[in-house]
């Protein structure tokens, strides 16, 4: 049973820069497609980004775009959310998840596509 633990959160100022990690356990990881989605406080949970298990796919949502960017160790079992221009907006609960349905080129921005998850960390951008 694969699972998921998140670190890196924390509380930034707006235009600061943060770089989140989601290390698997129980599991290799490396044939699966990895997503971040996050959920600000009385908000839906929303995608983010996402990977392709080989790292040939990429996904963001338009709101993050040009400011985050996804990556992966596959050898070590981590992906890593490298955040850049922190706005107060960007303020939530981020949430690693995996896919192991998703093809080479894949990186499914449902998170109906996603069975794993962790258990998320808290970023604060104030103002």
């Known amino acids: 049973q694969v699972q998921l633990v998140e670190s890196g959160g924390g509380l930034v100022q707006a235009g600061g820069s943060l770089k989140l990690s989601c290390t698997a356990s129980g599991g290799v990881v490396s044939m699966y497609a990895m997503a971040w989605f996050r959920q600000a406080p009385g908000k839906e949970r929303e995608f983010v980004s996402a990977?392709?298990?080989?790292?040939?796919?990429?996904n963001y949502a338009d709101s993050v775009k040009d400011r985050f960017i996804i990556s992966r160790d596959r050898s070590k079992n981590i992906a890593y959310l490298q955040m850049y221009t922190l706005k107060p907006e960007d303020t939530a609960v981020y949430y690693c998840?995996?896919?192991?349905?998703?093809?080479?080129?894949?990186?499914?921005?449902?998170?109906?596509?996603?069975?794993?998850w962790g258990h998320g960390t808290q970023v604060s951008v104030s103002s």
């Open positions: 990977m392709s298990w080989s790292g040939e796919g990429t």
């Open positions: 998840a995996a896919s192991d349905s998703a093809t080479r080129y894949s990186a499914p921005q449902s998170a109906d596509d996603y069975k794993t």
